[in-house]
């Protein structure tokens, strides 16, 4: 079974300024999906941004990009320019590229409660 | 807004009640799922349903009963519940459960409290 770690529970960072969100993830397959989502306060999950595990350019969508590091298994989400809407907790998810029961299924990590400060 | 809603936002019932929940989706999506989220826990899949069909249960108690009556809507009816199953339960949608990197997109929520 896959699992999705997570391992800051919790971070915060000055508006304007750059963080990098961690996630590891445990699979024996080769070709599955990584997303990262956001939850904000009004609970509302949102898609950040995604990742093909067979593409080699890590992902990018304006101020978010990851860095997907496959042979370590690390998908790492990066948030330049910090504003305060992105205050939210930040959860990490695969999906197996695989058929059977598990298609379609994903699976997230505990999530990382970022705080944006003015 | 993401189009998927969710009624209602929140709700609080006794372990003997029974209410649903319901989820419809307007983005012409084929597979709808349900969500567990609880509090210091990762989001738990309960259910799965593609094309109408139920492809997953995840070991779910037989006090929640999913129906999916067409592709846009999925309920949750709920039963003779116990305090820990209040939690946020979260439906979402995808244009099917295979294919290419598809995303999945979340209604809002509801949240449960069982008293």
């Known amino acids: 079974a896959q699992t999705v770690t997570q391992s800051q529970p919790e971070m915060s960072v000055q508006e304007a300024e750059t963080v990098t969100l961690s996630c590891t993830y445990d699979t024996s397959e080769n070709n599955y999906y990584l997303f990262w989502y956001k939850q904000p306060p009004s609970r509302q999950m949102i898609l950040v941004i995604r990742?093909?595990?067979?593409?080699?350019q890590n992902a990018t969508e304006n101020r978010f990009s990851v860095n997907f590091q496959k042979a370590a298994k690390s998908f790492s989400l990066k948030i330049s320019d910090s504003q305060l809407g992105d205050t939210a907790m930040y959860f990490c998810a695969f999906r197996s590229g695989a058929g059977g029961t598990s298609y379609g299924k994903l699976t997230f990590g505990q999530g990382t409660i970022l705080t944006v400060h003015p | 807004e993401t189009g998927v809603t969710q009624t209602p936002r929140h709700l609080v019932m006794g372990m003997t009640n029974k209410k649903s929940l319901k989820c419809e989706q307007h983005l012409g999506h084929n597979a709808m799922y349900w969500y567990k989220q609880s509090a210091k826990k990762p989001l738990e899949l309960m259910f799965v349903y593609n094309f109408k069909e139920q492809t997953e249960n995840n070991s779910v108690p037989s006090r929640f009963s999913p129906e999916c009556p067409n592709s846009s809507h999925l309920f949750l009816h709920l039963h003779t519940l116990q305090p820990e199953d209040s939690a946020l339960y979260l439906c979402a949608s995808s244009p099917r459960t295979s294919g290419s990197a598809e995303t999945q997109y979340f209604g809002p929520g509801t949240r449960l409290l069982v008293l």
């Open positions: 990742q093909e595990a067979y593409k080699q």
